[in-house]
Each structure stands twice: as structure tokens, then as C-alpha cells.
């Protein structure tokens, strides 16, 4: 098991930033991709972002690229989803997940997830 705890979330004006936190305890956080989904109400859960273990390679879905930052801190067993420039199509629950292995980009692969931090953003 792999808990994760999402944190950072709230109520932002377009335009503004949030950073998203997700904390892992436990010792494995290193052997896993990690990655953050979305969903809004009356949709299906969507990739946003991962990370990869080793390389440090990143990825993103087209609507947040140039805006979203992920980024992962080993030391803390924490990884990040910078947000800027929000618009209020990104409203939705933000959940991380951990992979250990599989396509970072489909969410039927990952092992762990979150309980969701819910992030709106206002006109």
C-alpha cells in the first residue's frame, strides 16, 4: 500500500496559480511513476500530468500544457502539480495516483490513489 495525501487545492480567480501537493508515506514513493488526474462533475476521470521514477521524464495532456508544472521531491515523498494561468474549465477534483508499472498516461494502470482536493476556479 501506498497512501496518498492530496493537498493545496481551493478557490482561485482565473488567471491565478495553485500548487497541488501530494504527500506518500510509507517507503516505495521511489519505485512508482506518479500522476495526477482530474474529473468535474458528470465526467469521466482524465490524465493531467505524470511523472516518471527514473528518467524524470514528464507528460502532459494538451489542455494544460505550458500552464501545468509536475515535479516530484524524493526527499519529501511529495509530488507537485504547479497551476497557473487557470481558467474555469480546470475546475475539478485533482487526484495523484502512483504507478508502479504501465502507461503513465492511462489511469486504468495506476496501483494508488488519493482521496481528491477539489480546485475551483472562478470567472
Known sequence: ??????????????????RLSCAASGGTFSTY???????????ERVFVAAVSRNTGNTYYADSVKGRFTISRDFAKNTVYLQMNSLKPEDTAVYYCAALLAGNPLDLDDYDYWGQGTQVTVSS
Open 33 to 43: 511513476d506518479m500522476g495526477w488526474f482530474r474529473q468535474s462533475p458528470g465526467k
Open 1 to 18: 500500500q501506498v497512501p496518498l495525501l492530496e493537498s493545496g487545492g481551493g478557490l482561485v480567480q482565473a488567471g491565478g496559480s495553485l
